[in-house]
T-cell receptor, first 114, second 112 residues
């Protein structure tokens, strides 16, 4: 247990569906992250929130929409996804966005887009 | 550009020693992390190096040479549970912004 939980663990959706991924951290951290992990590729940083404010959006398509209602919760809203969006989506948190702090990861949501 | 290279896959024998290498070409180097990720699980933090030299933590050690842009993770007395992917990540600091640049990971297979 890393102190970061994600639900659901597995999700299968059609291209016209709308779904949301949820992340919760119990570590008192102030920074939260969404990553995409595809097979044999480096982790791709998607979004960063620091003290509930979005500080980074790494050219992510608008069909992915993040939401951070408070420092403990992070959502990723999905709509009209493409099959190439199938991947493992990892949430992480750290003390803050500054240096010197490792990131703690959740177990991920395995997403399959049909 | 920013780039990290590590082998895609390695195989080792239970009880042996294995070294996983990571080379990087980045600007604004500010530290290097190693993470372990078992299949279907979260990546977990193993080590952090910011100065040259060897950091030892039980069966695992991590080495850094900043002048060579090179790090390795050394695993001793291998156990079957060490079968996992090992991710190298470099933190950079540019214009007061920290970034983490990730390698694609090395899948380590331990055989009896």
């Amino acid at each position: 247990e890393t102190g970061v939980t994600q639900t659901p663990r597995h999700l299968v959706m059609g291209m016209t569906n709308k779904k949301s991924l949820k992340c919760e951290q119990h570590l008192g951290h102030n920074a939260m992250y969404w990553y995409k992990q595809s097979a044999k590729k480096p982790l791709e940083l998607m979004f960063v929130y620091n003290f509930k404010e979005q500080t980074e959006n790494n050219s992510v398509p608008s069909r992915f929409s993040p939401e951070c209602p408070n420092s403990s919760h992070l959502f990723l809203h999905l709509h009209t996804l493409q099959p190439e969006d199938s991947a493992l989506y990892l949430c992480a948190s750290s003390q803050d966005r500054g240096g010197g702090h490792e990131q703690f990861f959740g177990p991920g949501t395995r997403l399959t887009v049909l | 550009g920013q780039n990290i290279d590590q082998p895609t896959e390695m195989t080792a024998t239970e009880g042996a020693i294995v070294q996983i290498n990571c080379t990087y070409q980045t600007s604004g180097f500010n530290g290097l992390f190693w993470y372990q990720q078992h299949a279907g699980e979260a990546p977990t933090f193993l080590s952090y190096n910011v100065l040259d030299g060897l950091e030892e933590k039980g069966r695992f050690s991590s080495f850094l040479s900043r002048s060579k842009g090179y790090s390795y993770l050394l695993l001793k007395e291998l156990q079957m549970k060490d079968s996992a992917s090992y991710l190298c990540a470099v933190r950079t600091l540019m214009d007061s912004n920290y970034q983490l640049i990730w390698g694609a990971g090395t899948k380590l297979i331990i055989k009896p």
